[in-house]
């Protein structure tokens, strides 16, 4: 199983960025998909989750702003990022659960400058 992030990047306040998470080795139909992200000096957090039938799920910090969508045949998780703050800067993760296990992908760094 193996998941690539992508699309982080520099932002600044206010602005907008889409993160991707392409999979492979799995049925990504079947699989919820889960964006994580962990800021410096804190602990990883969950934002973001999509079941196999499309429904989500948000953390409280990011309802309204944060949007995650998949694309079944592509094999791939978005997350749409608008009016980013300060607070939104870090590491970002996309994760499955397959067979009970978790896999992670490498993570893309955004950063939303003041």
């Known amino acids: 199983v193996q998941l690539q992030a992508s699309g982080g990047g520099l932002v600044q306040t206010g602005g907008s960025l889409r993160l991707s998470c392409k999979a492979s080795?799995?049925?990504?139909?079947?699989?919820?998909m889960y964006w994580y992200r962990q800021a410096p000096g804190k602990q990883r957090e969950l934002v973001a989750t999509i079941s196999k039938d499309g429904s989500t799920n948000y953390a409280n910090s990011v309802v309204g702003r944060f949007t995650v969508s998949r694309t079944n045949h592509r094999r791939t998780l978005d997350l749409h990022m608008d009016s980013l703050k300060p607070e939104d800067t870090a590491v970002y993760y996309c994760k499955t659960r397959w067979y009970d296990r978790d896999f992670w992908g490498r993570g893309t760094l955004v950063t939303v400058s003041s």
């Open positions: 080795g799995i049925n990504f139909s079947l699989a919820s």
